[in-house]
């Protein structure tokens, strides 16, 4: 069924690669209750449609589309329909659900007829190298703030190192060190077993408590389940909602699945992913039964790195996480108190993996190398993957006209173009 011999693998690496896949992502479980509890949707029922929008998306990738992604509610998505579409704007979260639904039955349609696929194949092949080297930069981000190695929000600077020679800090480095050392030993499922052995050293030094129970049952998804706004979202004021979430899912799946499918070598001579319609649909059916659960835009996750350099390349490792995620529903005490000094370590050697593409990238062309590093740089900077790829969707064409190559651009790149102006003409900047 996974055709494992072909894609060079076998069960046991992949079984490893989906575990090590669900414990990067098992985060999603606190936090996206955790934001959207700010929009007034309860943290119990949204945990539980938070878990069931995972499983559903992320099987249909491993079974369907046969690719080793998983699928999830998206970070980004979830704080700009809560703080912004919600607190901000006013509207209810019944309404941005709403929104959500018609974003996913738009997206269905697009990808059944092959609309997001020939959109994919007009990226040029640069912008799709420095979607992954992107993307592996703000995993390291991400890592390096989740393990405290660095602080956000300091007056007068941006970022700087955090409390170094605290004991969190000092487990999260050592979490990075053993990830290392198993790596240069060449031992199976070193990130995994990276994280295993720092969250155990993590409950024996007592840097993290030890769950109070380790099993529970779920709570009721009816205060959240298909209480969804249809009617309330198709308004002229929730048009721009509309637009920002519709061109955020676009651009992150987009840029997640050409990124992280460069880094696993699942991309054609073309740089093109063969069969791209189905990880697509993939992601468009989750975001729909995500909407009637209760929870927000789901879609391909930047974790799955971490499975693809644990060796898993086939749907089984989708299928496995998409198990774990399962059993989370009655093992939530447990597996949510995987500290983010155990999982930070890993996304940083995630993102370190993910750089080598960048030698792809032509630096003796400024038409090509200047929109992939504007890509690469605000993908980072701005804390933003969908910022960073419309970046260069439009700087791309602007490039190319300006040097007198307008012929280079494919006709699916002007259509990118245009939709990532009205992205930054839309979205609510602060």
């Not at 072909?6 to 999603?28: D, H, L």
């Not at 504007?374 to 969707?393: E, H, P, Q, W």
């Not at 439009?394 to 300006?402: N, Q, R, S, T």
């Given at each position: 069924?996974?055709?494992?011999?072909?894609?060079?693998?076998?069960?046991?690496?992949?079984?490893?690669?989906?575990?090590?896949?669900?414990?990067?992502?098992?985060?999603?479980?606190?936090?996206?209750?955790?934001?959207?509890?700010?929009?007034?949707?309860?943290?119990?029922?949204?945990?539980?449609?938070?878990?069931?929008?995972?499983?559903?998306?992320?099987?249909?990738?491993?079974?369907?589309?046969?690719?080793?992604?998983?699928?999830?509610?998206?970070?980004?998505?979830?704080?700009?329909?809560?703080?912004?579409?919600?607190?901000?704007?006013?509207?209810?979260?019944?309404?941005?659900?709403?929104?959500?639904?018609?974003?996913?039955?738009?997206?269905?349609?697009?990808?059944?007829?092959?609309?997001?696929?020939?959109?994919?194949?007009?990226?040029?092949?640069?912008?799709?190298?420095?979607?992954?080297?992107?993307?592996?930069?703000?995993?390291?981000?991400?890592?390096?703030?989740?393990?405290?190695?660095?602080?956000?929000?300091v007056p007068g600077a941006p970022v700087r190192m955090g409390h170094i020679t605290s004991s969190s800090v000092l487990l999260a480095i050592f979490g990075f060190v053993l990830i290392g050392i198993l790596m240069v030993r060449r031992v199976r499922g070193a990130i995994l077993w990276?994280?295993?052995?720092?969250?155990?050293?993590?409950?024996?030094?007592?840097?993290?408590?030890?769950?109070?129970?380790?099993?529970?049952?779920?709570?009721?998804?009816?205060?959240?389940?298909?209480?969804?706004?249809?009617?309330?979202?198709?308004?002229?004021?929730?048009?721009?909602?509309?637009?920002?979430?519709?061109?955020?899912?676009?651009?992150?799946?987009?840029?997640?699945?050409?990124?992280?499918?460069?880094?696993?070598?699942?991309?054609?001579?073309?740089?093109?992913?063969?069969?791209?319609?189905?990880?697509?649909?993939?992601?468009?059916?989750?975001?729909?039964f995500g909407a009637l659960m209760g929870t927000t835009t789901t879609g391909t996750y930047i974790e799955s790195a971490a499975g693809i350099e644990a060796g898993g390349k086939t749907g089984l490792t989708a299928v496995v996480t998409a198990f774990f995620f399962l059993l989370a529903?009655?093992?939530?005490?447990?597996?949510?108190?995987?500290?983010?000094?155990?999982?930070?370590?890993?996304?940083?050697?995630?993102?370190?993996?993910?750089?080598?593409?960048?030698?792809?990238?032509?630096?003796?062309?400024?038409?090509?190398?200047?929109?992939?590093?504007?890509?690469?740089?605000?993908?980072?900077?701005?804390?933003?993957?969908?910022?960073?790829?419309?970046?260069?969707?439009?700087?791309?064409?602007?490039f190319k006209v300006i040097s007198g190559r307008y012929q280079e651009v494919h006709a699916g790149s002007w259509v990118l173009c245009a939709l990532s102006l009205l992205f930054f003409i839309f979205y609510p900047y602060g």
């Amino acid at each position: 069924m996974f055709r494992l011999k072909e894609s060079g693998t076998n069960v046991r690496t992949e079984i490893i690669a989906g575990i090590t896949t669900f414990m990067t992502m098992a985060y999603i479980l606190i936090v996206n209750p955790a934001i959207l509890s700010a929009a007034g949707i309860p943290k119990g029922p949204s945990m539980v449609a938070t878990i069931l929008s995972a499983v559903f998306g992320t099987l249909i990738m491993g079974f369907y589309a046969n690719r080793p992604f998983a699928i999830a509610p998206y970070m980004g998505e979830n704080a700009f329909v809560a703080y912004t579409g919600v607190k901000v704007l006013g509207y209810s979260w019944q309404t941005a659900l709403g929104a959500i639904f018609i974003g996913g039955v738009l997206f269905t349609l697009l990808t059944v007829f092959k609309v997001r696929s020939w959109l994919v194949r007009a990226i040029p092949e640069s912008l799709k190298y420095s979607f992954a080297v992107g993307i592996g930069l703000f995993l390291t981000f991400i890592g390096l703030n989740d393990a405290g190695i660095v602080s956000l929000g300091v007056p007068g600077a941006p970022v700087r190192m955090g409390h170094i020679t605290s004991s969190s800090v000092l487990l999260a480095i050592f979490g990075f060190v053993l990830i290392g050392i198993l790596m240069v030993r060449r031992v199976r499922g070193a990130i995994l077993w990276g994280i295993l052995g720092t969250t155990a050293l993590s409950f024996i030094t007592g840097v993290v408590q030890l769950p109070e129970a380790w099993v529970s049952l779920p709570p009721s998804l009816s205060p959240i389940f298909l209480k969804l706004d249809i009617a309330g979202a198709f308004t002229w004021g929730f048009f721009a909602v509309i637009l920002t979430v519709f061109v955020m899912d676009f651009v992150d799946t987009m840029g997640t699945l050409i990124g992280v499918s460069a880094r696993a070598g699942l991309l054609d001579e073309h740089g093109n992913l063969p069969q791209v319609e189905r990880p697509m649909l993939a992601d468009a059916l989750a975001t729909v039964f995500g909407a009637l659960m209760g929870t927000t835009t789901t879609g391909t996750y930047i974790e799955s790195a971490a499975g693809i350099e644990a060796g898993g390349k086939t749907g089984l490792t989708a299928v496995v996480t998409a198990f774990f995620f399962l059993l989370a529903l009655f093992f939530a005490p447990f597996l949510t108190a995987i500290p983010p000094l155990a999982y930070g370590p890993a996304l940083i050697i995630v993102g370190l993996l993910m750089l080598s593409p960048i030698t792809k990238i032509p630096f003796d062309d400024y038409t090509e190398l200047i929109p992939a590093f504007s890509v690469i740089v605000l993908m980072s900077f701005t804390y933003n993957i969908g910022v960073g790829m419309t970046a260069g969707f439009v700087l791309y064409p602007l490039f190319k006209v300006i040097s007198g190559r307008y012929q280079e651009v494919h006709a699916g790149s002007w259509v990118l173009c245009a939709l990532s102006l009205l992205f930054f003409i839309f979205y609510p900047y602060g």
